[in-house]
């Protein structure tokens, strides 16, 4: 996950689509069970503080392992840096959380 995403202040898309695999197995994690939620914490790269937690949707059934979220709710209302995204992902309240992180990188809008 070393690309940068690029996004502007203020706005609420562009919408991510995230594939989540189990590197071991080398297959899709199954996201499927209705009780499986996956988040990501928005942060100041290099902070301590949890600006916003992102709800993510299953793109199909989550057998795939494909999420995708956006920044609706005023997410990206920051001021302009360098932001990362932790994905956490709960079964049924037992927490995984992915090793690498995203990397985001806000301009200011005109």
Known sequence: M???????????????????TDDV???A????????????KFRLKGGTSTLSTISTSKLTTGA????FFNFAGGVLDVD???YEG???ISYNGTI?????????????NF
Do not use: C, M
Request: hydrophobic share 40%.
């Open 29 to 40: 994690l199954d996201l499927s069970a209705t009780t499986t939620i996956v988040t990501i």
């Open 80 to 82: 302009p840096g360098e």
């Open 64 to 67: 795939d392992g494909k999420v």
């Open 2 to 20: 070393a690309d940068t995403i690029k996004l502007v202040k203020g706005d609420e898309l562009p919408q991510i689509t995230l594939t989540l």
């Open 25 to 27: 197995a080398n297959a």
């Open 96 to 108: 995984q959380t992915v090793y690498d992180t995203l990397n985001f990188r806000v301009r200011d």
């Open 86 to 88: 932790e994905i956490n």
